[in-house]
């Protein structure tokens, strides 16, 4: 009888600790968008600028945005460090930090990843988390620059 009590205090167990899991599973909500905007640089030291970013674009889930970043960029490694970003949208904003990588594409364009995690929201997206990866190019001459973002909010109010 002994045996037949601790095989039913961690088949309790198992259901307790599953239902917030799958509650978590369901509450995943991924989302895809593009956009396209400007950025301008300050030098930080003689390898290190700061770029600041403001683009807008669409994205499933969140509708049309503005995004607003800025990340330090190390023109020898073409490291991308202490991103952080915010998409403003018509129901709140999502927040986040982002780090990754650059790689020349051209004399004046590059390509970069970074990605990093949704740290929270306001409005709709208030409690926000997940993470979001950004796919972009810059042309270094124009100032401008383009990003594919793909993401999966874990909670907020969507």
């Given at each position: 009888m002994h045996h037949l009590a601790k095989v039913a205090l961690i088949g309790a167990a198992a259901v307790a600790l599953a239902a917030p899991l799958s509650a978590l599973g369901a509450a995943e909500k991924p989302f895809r968008g593009a956009d396209s905007?400007?950025?301008?640089?300050?030098?930080?030291?003689?390898?290190?600028?700061?770029?600041?970013?403001?683009?807008?674009?669409?994205a499933t889930r969140l509708g049309a945005y503005?995004?607003?970043?800025?990340?330090?960029?190390?023109?020898?490694?073409?490291?991308?460090?202490?991103?952080?970003w915010t998409?403003?949208?018509?129901?709140?904003?999502?927040?986040?930090?982002y780090a990754g990588r650059a790689e020349?594409?051209?004399?004046?364009?590059?390509?970069?990843r970074v990605s990093g995690p949704i740290l929270g929201g306001t409005g709709r997206y208030e409690g926000a988390s997940g993470s979001v990866h950004f796919d972009g190019a810059a042309d270094l001459a124009a100032g401008?620059?383009?990003?594919?973002?793909?993401?999966?909010l874990l909670s907020g109010d969507d």
């Open positions: 905007g400007t950025f301008t640089i300050e030098p930080i030291s003689p390898t290190v600028v700061l770029s600041k970013d403001v683009a807008v674009g669409h503005t995004l607003i970043a800025q990340e330090r960029i190390d023109l020898v490694t073409l490291q991308i460090s202490s991103g952080g998409l403003v949208t018509k129901h709140g904003t999502l927040f986040g930090t020349f594409t051209g004399p004046s364009t590059i390509a970069y401008t620059l383009s990003d594919e973002l793909t993401g999966v």
